[in-house]
T-cell receptor, first 114, second 115 residues
Framework: NAGVTQTPKFQVLKTGQSMTLQCAQDMNHNSMYWYRQDPGMGLRLIYYSASEGTTDKGEVPNGYNVSRLNKREFSLRLESAAPSQTSVYFCASVWGLAENTEAFFGQGTRLTVV | AQSVTQLDSQVPVFEEAPVELRCNYSSSVSVYLFWYVQYPNQGLQLLLK??????LVKGINGFEAEFNKSQTSFHLRKPSVHISDTAEYFC?????????????FGSGTQLTVLP
């Protein structure tokens, strides 16, 4: 049981390049999230998907797009990378509400834009 | 909208001493409350959560937290810390409905346990 798997673990991009961060969960969770983590700022929500087929903007969506490909997979795309997008990106999934509302996190993707 | 404030960015403490990490939140709806821990170069893992009922919740590794609705606080405590507790700790809230179902995190508190 792998939980939440993110790929790649590390990436270096040049300014203006594009890339897609992949996230997959095998827990049959309904909701999935993408966060970025920057020193002193905690985790900030980029986009989330409450259920398959829906996506919503979070706190810092500019410069990103997402796709909820199916219930398992939720990808994050940077169309034209900028140095300000240098960060550690985490994907998380949640089964639902109430007692099953714990979030499970991937190991993170460390992205550097030069 | 909801927000989380962690009042201390860095907390150094000697081994076997007690520690309290402070968290305050604001929300227009009822929320679930969480504490997560992040060890270096790893993802986050759940320490404990408050859903309803008893305001004192116990988690893994000897941590506990108390929900105080009137003060909108959810402080994390441990009576005696170990070197292995050195990590970053995040308080988080998640609303019951609508856009408040976003999981919102505080800025984190780095706990450093000194020998």
């Amino acid at each position: 049981n792998a939980g939440v798997t993110q790929t790649p673990k590390f990436q270096v991009l040049k300014t203006g390049q594009s890339m897609t961060l992949q996230c997959a969960q095998d827990m049959n969770h309904n909701s999935m999230y993408w966060y970025r983590q920057d020193p002193g700022m905690g985790l900030r929500l980029i986009y989330y998907s409450a259920s398959e087929g829906t996506t919503d903007k979070g706190e810092v969506p500019n410069g990103y797009n997402v796709s909820r490909l199916n219930k398992r997979e939720f990808s994050l795309r940077l169309e034209s990378a900028a140095p300000s997008q240098t960060s550690v990106y985490f994907c998380a999934s949640v089964w639902g509400l109430a007692e099953n509302t714990e979030a499970f996190f991937g190991q993170g993707t460390r992205l550097t834009v030069v | 909208a909801q927000s989380v404030t962690q009042l201390d960015s860095q907390v150094p403490v000697f081994e076997e001493a007690p520690v309290e990490l402070r968290c305050n939140y604001s929300s227009s709806v009822s929320v679930y409350l969480f504490w997560y821990v992040q060890y270096p170069n790893q993802g986050l893992q759940l320490l404990l959560k408050y859903l309803s009922g008893s305001t004192l919740v116990k988690g893994i590794n000897g941590f506990e937290a108390e929900f105080n609705k009137s003060q909108t606080s959810f402080h994390l405590r441990k009576p005696s810390v170990h070197i292995s507790d050195t990590a970053e700790y995040f308080c988080a809230v998640r609303g019951y409905s609508g856009s408040a179902r976003q999981l919102t995190f505080g800025s984190g508190t780095q706990l450093t346990v000194l020998p």
